[in-house]
């Protein structure tokens, strides 16, 4: 089995194998099926390795792919130390560990400790009775009762699903906590035996097989503090959005450093999911080195731009979000100007829709364009690149025909529900909901792996457990492999000259440059007298090329369009680098 210490460090300079790195990642159920059932699954990813190789990628983060009800996809944990078994085995897994050691590749899996599933062998046990032993390794609290004197749940937090964040247990007449849906109640970290049990069957059952590290769901989330009520912010309802009251709870910096005495002892990464956290120096204490809590974290202010925190599915797209996602790009880019910390850049994962469809144009005539210009962003970007599977190809959101029973994810399905109820069936609110839906739910990056022009893109013989994408005979990797304008082959040359220019793409200092605008985004990256100038046409027309004096002479890198010419054509992209640094 290949450990750490065996591979070639990824890294041209001294910097950290994880910094350097590009991580690709991959949602099981929808990459590859190997036996034809419809779902993806583990051989499948490993009969994949060698496509994921060729994209110069160092990195794969496998989402959960533990034992589970799937009730959320995997993210309702029943075992953290067996696999689903319709994705394969714990013998497949440390195929899959050990083929990607042998590519020189790493791995990661997703840490999901926030909560389990309550088929988890744990809270059975503490649903079982106040007395048993492990009762305290979840979070329950007795009921409160109102003036009329019914019974009510301990707080009035919403949960991130819908509805209150308590679910009342018949059997023992107390409420357990769940952040998300009731069938994931919330793990007890304030005791230091269920700490010690999730280190050992969740962290070191796989460390010891080799993994590389993980990417922690919801890691802001383990402290919660005293459970106290959230502000109400819509007094018509019953329960209030609580993100910012429960997460960075006290206790936070205690149980990463445990946590870090765990991963240091194998030189594995970590990555941290961390939403609610508006305070930049709360999240520099997370990932400051000097700290050694986390390698890294995914903020959410890129992914969240035209969308809020209340309400999902109701923010419509504002005109002038460039603006805001030129605020959030500097913000999350600026965290490592003038620190220790470490920085992620992303604009796709398995809960947000496709970043072309949200952040390009997905028409026909532009979809190329806006993949490459986004590409061609995102890889010029400081801090570790992830990219999200068929990322790569420009893969888009599911088409606006598709009926609503094509969605499968339970968020969609409970906000459409909630429509449904609040509105009595009203068919116009129904259409606004799909189309909302259509535009932001997370279903629309877990439509299966567009392999190739077959029956069902190549990703499975069988029926697949949810709908490939309409567009599979135009977009998939066969034909973008023989396509050298393909969105693929930018991709794949975009991370090579990432390396090359390693110290300004990965490592320089971010600025952004010009008026702030809602058409094009320009900026600089500068590392130790070199510098580049990117400038991104966010729009479907040819924006003039403005031209910075400051940088002097300046030579042109790279361009997403064929033809180079005086404007910056429609979703156009280019690098040009500077003899030196700018005086701007
Ligand atoms: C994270 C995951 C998401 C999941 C949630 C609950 O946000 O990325 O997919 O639903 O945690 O575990
Ligand atoms: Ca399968």
Excluded at 187 to 215: H, P, Q, T
Excluded at 241 to 246: H, K, S, T
Excluded at 475 to 494: G, I, P, T, Y
Aim: one cysteine or more; charged letters at 25%; hydrophobic letters at 35%.
């Amino acid at each position: 089995m290949g450990s750490v210490g065996e591979l070639n460090d990824c890294s041209p300079q001294h910097h950290k194998w994880w910094k350097n790195g590009t991580v690709y990642q991959i949602y099981p159920a929808s990459f590859k099926d190997s036996n034809d059932d419809g779902i993806g699954d583990i051989p499948g990813i490993t009969s994949k390795l060698d496509y994921i190789t060729s994209l110069g990628v160092d990195i794969v983060w496998v989402c959960p792919m533990f034992d589970s009800p799937q009730i959320d996809m995997g993210y309702d944990v029943s075992n953290y130390e067996k696999v689903y078994p319709p994705y394969g085995t714990v013998e497949d897994m440390q195929t899959l560990i050990d083929e990607c050691h042998s590519r020189n590749m790493r791995i990661i899996l997703d840490l999901v400790v926030n909560h389990t599933s309550d088929q988890h062998e744990w809270f059975k046990e503490s649903r079982s009775s106040k007395s048993n032993p492990k009762r305290d390794w979840y979070i329950w609290r007795p009921a409160k009762y109102d003036d009329q004197g019914h019974r009510v749940p301990p707080n009035n937090w919403r949960a991130m699903f819908t509805g209150s964040a308590w679910t009342w247990d018949e059997h023992t007449q107390e409420y357990y906590l769940h952040l998300f849906a009731s069938e994931q109640p919330d793990l007890n970290w304030e005791s230091s035996e269920c700490r010690k049990a999730i280190y050992e069957s969740a962290m070191e059952f796989w460390l010891r097989k080799g993994v590389d590290g993980f990417r922690i769901d919801c890691v802001n989330m383990y402290s919660k503090g005293d459970l106290n009520d959230a502000p109400i912010t819509e007094p018509d309802r019953d329960t209030q959005n609580a993100g910012l009251v429960w997460c960075n709870g006290p206790r936070m910096d205690e149980y990463l450093d445990e946590m870090n005495a765990v991963l240091s002892k194998y030189d594995a990464m970590s990555v941290g999911e961390c939403p609610f956290t508006p305070d930049t120096d709360k999240v520099i204490s997370y990932v400051s080195a000097a700290n050694k809590r986390l390698n890294m974290v995914f903020q959410f202010d890129v992914v969240e731009v035209g969308s809020s925190h209340a309400s999902k599915f109701e923010s419509k797209p504002a005109e002038d979000w460039l603006l805001d996602f030129q605020a959030a790009v500097t913000r999350t880019q600026q965290l490592i100007s003038g620190t220790d910390a470490w920085t992620t850049a992303f604009t796709e994962n398995h809960d947000w829709s496709r970043s072309i469809s949200r952040f390009g144009s997905d028409k026909p005539e532009f979809r190329v364009a806006a993949g490459k210009m986004l590409a061609l962003m995102l890889s010029t970007l400081s801090g570790t690149l992830f990219i999200y599977q068929g990322q790569e190809l420009g893969m888009v959101n599911a088409p606006l025909s598709w009926p609503i029973e094509e969605y499968k994810d339970l968020d969609a399905a409970s906000y459409y529900s909630q429509v449904f109820r609040n509105t009595n069936g009203d068919p116009t609110a129904l259409a606004e909901a799909k189309d909302a839906i259509q535009f932001i739910a997370r279903d629309n990056a877990r439509t299966p792996m567009q392999w190739n022009s077959n029956t069902n893109a190549g990703f499975s013989n069988a029926k697949p457990w949810m709908r490939v994408h309409d567009n599979f005979h135009e977009l998939n990797a066969e034909l973008e492999e023989k396509d050298e304008r393909s969105v693929l082959a930018f991709w794949k040359m975009m991370l090579r000259l990432r390396k090359v220019h390693a110290d300004l793409f990965i490592h320089g200092d971010f600025e952004p440059l010009g008026k702030p605008n809602t058409k094009t985004f320009t900026y600089s990256k500068s590392w130790e007298g070199q510098s580049a100038l990117i400038m991104l046409n966010f729009t479907s027309e040819a924006q003039p090329l403005e031209m910075l004096s400051g940088f002097g002479k300046v030579e042109l890198l790279i361009s997403t369009a064929d033809d180079v010419g005086n404007n910056l054509a429609p979703f156009e992209g280019r690098i040009y680098l500077a003899a030196s640094r700018p005086h701007l």
